[in-house]
């Protein structure tokens, strides 16, 4: 035998707001945990914030951070990081685009700066040398390779030794200025 329950209009009634009252409850636990969470969140912020700024070397490292980027905005050098083969492509073409813009304009010594950095950096400087060579006067190409060696040895000092065969040598410039000679 089956036993059929029906449910009348009164208790159906009940049923339906016994299930929106549920539903309140846990709209409402809802908005209590995330308020929860969020001051969970704030607190351990204000905790780590204040537990940093009371390191005794914090001040001093911040300090010395400081420092080092006002020194080097004041030199003009920027730092690349060598091992990433993507930065030190888009930081030799920025160099390349920075001389030809300052050739253009007239700034014989600052493109030729940018120049020279980016045949410090590039992976291939002997060849880099002689489109320079096809495609500047003579005057500047000279410029170029007499700043070549102290950007060079900027470069050589603040990342790490590079694979000899991408570091052109004075021998290699050297060749290269008697060509322009000629």
């Not at 700024?53 to 300090?63: A, G, I, Y």
């Not at 020279?116 to 320079?132: D, E, H, I, R």
Request: aromatic share 4%; hydrophobic share 35%.
């Amino acid at each position: 035998m089956k036993t059929t329950r029906s449910l009348s209009g009164s208790s159906l009634s009940l049923v339906v707001s016994k299930f929106k009252s549920l539903e309140m409850l846990s709209r409402t636990s809802v908005g209590i945990a995330a308020a929860g969470a969020g001051l969970c969140f704030l607190g351990y912020c204000i905790y780590f914030d204040r537990k940093r700024r009371s390191d005794p070397l914090f001040k001093q490292k911040l300090r010395e951070r400081r420092r080092n980027a006002k020194q080097n905005q004041r030199t003009g050098s920027t730092q690349i990081d060598t091992s990433n083969p993507e930065a030190m492509s888009a930081f030799f073409l920025k160099e390349i685009q920075l001389g030809e813009d300052l050739l253009s304009k007239g700034d014989i010594d600052g493109g030729a700066e940018h120049l020279s950095t980016a045949v410090a950096v590039c992976g291939n400087p002997q060849q880099l040398l002689s489109v320079l060579q096809q495609t500047l006067p003579p005057q500047i190409l000279q410029l170029v390779i007499q700043k070549l060696p102290a950007v060079s040895q900027k470069f050589s000092s603040t990342a790490p030794p590079e694979p000899a065969a991408a570091a052109p040598t004075s021998a290699t410039i050297m060749e290269l200025a008697e060509d322009d000679v000629e």
